[in-house]
């Protein structure tokens, strides 16, 4: 592992996330409060939902800082699945050929958060990645057999953070929800 990678990981952690934690105990007391009116507690709870986002992303990112370069796509999300003592199956397709580093990079930030959010919204018991040569490039296809997503979801935190990554390889997330799971699909340039 990179020196440099393990070290942002360590600042995060002892940093921005020690000091997120002590945020969100410090609202929790203010929510146990007796004497916190109950307008006031519906704000709190907002608060305290997006501070545990926030928190989830930084935990997110110092666990992919912390994972080698080098590993696989499948050996990268097992790991996420072990973090989460998930049992979710794990299926992935992926034909060989060439992607960039940068691109490769992507594919594992975008499929680690899609995964975490199957396991933690979906009730998902199958997962299935899909990376497939095109023509222009690749085509991705990431899939679960979870309950759905409300369209109305789309704008979370993790949901954005796909798009910008899609957007960032030239790519637009497109998705499609029914009650027997979600389907997520992009194209990878070359």
């Known amino acids: ?19 997120l934690v002590a945020l969100s105990y410090s609202l929790d007391l203010l929510l146990a409060a007796p004497d916190t009116p109950p307008e006031t507690r519906i704000e709190i709870r907002k608060i305290l939902f997006k501070v545990s ?24 999300l097992l790991s996420v699945l072990h973090e989460m003592n ?7 397709i992926q034909e060989d050929y060439e ?17 975490r959010n199957s396991i933690k919204h979906s009730g998902a018991s199958v997962i299935e990645i899909s990376i ?18 409300d369209p109305l979801a789309t704008s979370g ?9 899609c957007s960032s390889i030239g790519s637009e997330l497109i998705m499609s929800s029914t009650s027997q799971g979600i389907n997520y699909v992009f194209d990878i340039s070359s």
Do not use: C, W
């Open 86 to 92: 998930s049992s979710v199956e794990l299926r992935i």
């Open 157 to 165: 935190f993790g949901i954005r953070g796909i798009q910008e990554r």
């Open 1 to 19: 592992m990179q020196p440099e990678r393990i070290k942002i990981a360590q600042e995060l952690h002892d940093g921005i996330a020690q000091d």
């Open 99 to 115: 992607l960039s580093t940068y691109n490769r990079e992507e594919l594992l930030a975008i499929s680690t958060e899609l995964v």
């Open 132 to 149: 497939k040569k095109s023509e222009n490039g690749g085509k991705y296809t990431y899939s679960d057999n979870g309950k759905g997503m």
């Open 53 to 76: 986002t926030i928190i989830e992303s930084v935990r997110s990112e110092i666990f992919n800082l912390r994972i080698p370069k080098s590993i696989s796509l499948e050996d990268s």
